[in-house]
């Protein structure tokens, strides 16, 4: 036996080590990646699930399933949402994605998550109720009221708004979304409900600052001339606790009735890829597929009016 495996030892040894089989599988730069081009009025859902699919649902467990409070009413909804992810990067061709994500409209539809049917023009805002569900993004706050002048007060327990709106209440015409949160996050003077003297001191205290801020911001002065020159801020600080928070992805308004996203990073976990810098998605543009951003005033141009930031650490 010993002879024959001395033998079978010096076969093996004449034998030509085995040449590595050569991947053919080139990696994807983004000018090859197929994503989802427009069809019929889809840009609001291709937006919004293009900023959830790469950034918040590849990136941060606060998105993961598990991060969901499983006895709220729509933590099936977002349980869907998250299936719709998973199959557009299961998905190789851009037609594959497009009846992704049509199916996934025709489901937000059926539950009166959205009151415009699948092909009709419609709105994104909708959308972000599907985060409702993690109450990890929404750490509780509370609002306190006092009147200095008839020494009213109130307080009441709430959690962080997702998302924060902002519109331009009494024409604050700010110049930046710096500005605006600031404001927010300000103490405000108003008209008391007893006493009718605008000497009510309103004030927000939290306990922890959210990992995770997203904006809705609505303003008409931007319609107007001179909106050219509005800041999308990368970076807005809460000034009582000093935390900033940096901006990692918008929603986004180019024309009426038309919406793109914008996405710094985007992370594709099929490809075990991840772009640098910022990229610009439009489903009309390009066949949908992504597009560098040289420098971060070119997303102004496009006109965020949902924006996402995240603590900076």
């Not at 700010?174 to 605006?180: A, E, P, R, T, V």
């Amino acid at each position: 036996m010993k002879g024959k495996d001395k033998k079978e030892e010096k076969k093996n040894q004449d034998k030509p080590p085995k040449k590595e089989k050569k991947s053919t599988k080139k990696l994807k730069g983004y000018e090859n990646i197929d994503w989802i081009p427009w069809k019929n009025n889809s840009c609001r859902y291709d937006s919004f699930l293009t900023v959830f699919t790469l950034n918040l649902f590849s990136k941060f467990d606060d998105f993961s399933r598990e991060a969901i409070d499983r006895r709220h009413k729509h933590c099936e909804n977002y349980l869907r949402l998250c299936d719709a992810a998973e199959m557009l990067l299961q998905s190789e061709k851009s037609l594959e994605k497009q009846n992704v994500v049509l199916e996934f409209w025709k489901y937000i539809y059926s539950k009166n998550l959205d009151e415009n049917k699948p092909g009709a023009e419609g709105f994104v805002e909708s959308l972000l109720d599907l985060f409702k569900p993690l109450l990890g993004l929404q750490p509780f706050l509370q609002t306190i009221k006092k009147c200095r002048s008839c020494h009213f007060e109130e307080k009441k327990r709430s959690r962080w708004p997702l998302p924060l709106r902002i519109q331009d209440i009494n024409d604050l015409n700010f110049m930046s979304i710096k500005q605006y949160f600031s404001w927010f996050m300000d103490k405000k003077f108003q008209e008391c409900e007893l006493c009718s003297q605008k000497q009510m001191e309103s004030g927000l205290v939290l306990k922890q600052d959210p990992n995770f801020v997203i904006l809705e911001f609505m303003s008409s002065h931007l319609n107007q001339k001179g909106h050219e020159h509005f800041e999308y801020d990368e970076i807005i600080e809460n000034e009582i606790t000093n935390t900033k928070f940096r901006l990692f992805a918008t929603i986004n308004r180019p024309s009426e009735n038309h919406f793109s996203c914008s996405i710094k990073e985007p992370y594709f976990p099929n490809l075990k890829l991840s772009l640098n810098g910022w990229f610009n998605q439009d489903g009309l543009v390009n066949n949908g597929k992504f597009r560098p951003l040289e420098h971060i005033t070119q997303l102004y141009h496009q006109r965020p009016f949902i924006l996402f930031y995240k603590k900076a650490i």
